[in-house]
């Protein structure tokens, strides 16, 4: 789609996008042929609008997948009082897109709860997580790994946070436990990525002189393996508030490359369930410091080989029940079950 994309260096400019992009999909979804039915996105924002829309005047079905939940994010950072006009504007909105919705897809039980409440039929709600390219992500030797050779990474219990950088995965618990580790020379906290809270991991490690510390940007595709698997750890944040509302999806590559998890979050969650149903991992929760730190020295003091058991565990898990051929089946099947409820659609094997 022309002119779908601005930059990034302004709001304005992003909202310009935003608009100039539904415009177009509107239009072209009312000029195509042969329409048997429409699958929408949470991105851009109010984008289900537009899928709404066409689902009226063309009278076909509409497969809602739901990436995040909006206003509940900007309403649990603090950024949208819950009363005010916007909020309740874009609930109204949202409303009426999951009515006007065949199917809708949620990425966990918690973001279906919280769609339920919001009006989603629950006949029409399935749950399917996102997959991570697993295929692509094959769990490297630690011993071989180029990434942590590259990075002066030796025999030090890696702990990384790798992806983005929000308000919605804080990490300030984290680097409250690194400045107080500071001295133990067995762990080295790694942040590989970007995003608005980067600013405040690189603060942490030079206002403290954090030698434990080392902030990297985002790493190439093709070097994904090899990056997050030089991890022995890899960290998971949720913000509190927000189960059901996003959905920390780093967990699957975390989780592919056979490393465990140390999750900062609430529980209940769909991270906490992960961990505890397949046991690969450990959970603190936001501003224990304390218990961030015992947790952390539990996890230096653990033997390599339960570390490596709870890593192939978190693989096992990622074949067998979250592998693209999988998931991927499991959306495709209910997006034509939903084709197939108007008759419009001719599934070809």
């Known amino acids: 789609m022309r002119?779908?994309?601005?930059?990034?260096?302004?709001?304005?400019?992003?909202?310009?996008?935003?608009?100039?992009?539904?415009?177009?999909?509107?239009?072209?979804?009312?000029?195509?042929?042969?329409?048997?039915?429409?699958?929408?996105?949470?991105?851009?924002?109010?984008?289900?609008?537009?899928?709404?829309?066409?689902?009226l005047v063309r009278r076909v079905p509409i497969t809602y997948w739901v990436m995040d939940l909006n206003p509940d994010q900007l309403i649990a950072l603090g950024k949208l009082p819950p009363r005010s006009v916007v909020?309740?504007?874009?609930?109204?909105v949202n409303r009426a897109i999951l009515r006007r919705s065949t199917l809708i897809v949620a990425l966990d039980e918690f973001m279906a709860m919280r769609l339920v409440r919001s009006g989603a039929r629950p006949e029409r709600?399935?749950?399917?997580?996102?997959?991570?390219?697993?295929?692509?992500?094959?769990?490297?030797?630690?011993?071989?790994?180029?990434?942590?050779?590259?990075?002066?990474?030796g025999d030090e219990l890696v702990v990384m946070y790798s992806g983005n950088h929000t308000p919605t995965n804080p990490l300030t618990t984290l680097l409250e436990a690194a400045v107080r580790l500071r001295d133990d020379t067995r762990v080295r906290f790694v942040f590989v990525g970007g995003g608005a809270g980067k600013?405040?991991?690189?603060?942490?490690?030079?206002?403290?002189?954090?030698?434990?510390?080392?902030?990297?940007?985002?790493?190439?595709?093709?070097?994904?393996?090899?990056?997050?698997?030089?991890?022995?750890?890899?960290?998971?944040?949720?913000?509190?508030?927000?189960?059901?509302?996003?959905?920390?999806?780093k967990v699957y590559g975390a989780m592919a490359v056979g490393r465990p998890i140390l999750y900062l979050g609430p529980r209940p969650s769909h991270v906490s369930r992960l961990i505890e149903t397949f046991e690969v991992g450990w959970r603190v929760s936001h501003g224990d410091i304390e218990g961030a730190v015992r947790t952390l020295r539990a996890i230096a003091d653990t033997p390599s080989a339960e570390r490596h058991a709870m890593?192939?565990?978190?693989?096992?898990?990622i074949e067998h029940e979250f592998s693209p051929a999988t998931l991927c089946a499991r959306l495709c099947t209910a997006i034509e079950e939903t084709l197939a409820l108007s008759g419009a659609a001719r599934i070809q094997a």
């Open 3 to 55: 002119l779908s994309s601005l930059g990034k260096q302004s709001i304005a400019r992003r909202l310009a996008a935003s608009l100039a992009f539904m415009v177009q999909a509107l239009i072209a979804a009312l000029s195509t042929r042969a329409l048997a039915g429409v699958v929408v996105s949470t991105s851009p924002p109010l984008v289900g609008v537009i899928g709404a829309i066409v689902g």
């Open 87 to 92: 909020a309740r504007a874009l609930e109204m």
């Open 125 to 153: 709600l399935r749950i399917i997580p996102p997959w991570s390219p697993s295929e692509r992500l094959q769990p490297p030797q630690r011993t071989e790994n180029a990434f942590r050779a590259a990075h002066g990474l």
């Open 199 to 249: 600013a405040e991991v690189e603060q942490y490690r030079d206002q403290h002189a954090l030698r434990n510390v080392l902030s990297l940007p985002y790493q190439p595709l093709s070097t994904l393996s090899d990056s997050l698997g030089a991890a022995d750890v890899h960290v998971v944040s949720l913000g509190d508030g927000m189960s059901g509302i996003v959905h920390p999806s």
């Open 311 to 317: 890593g192939d565990r978190a693989r096992a898990a």
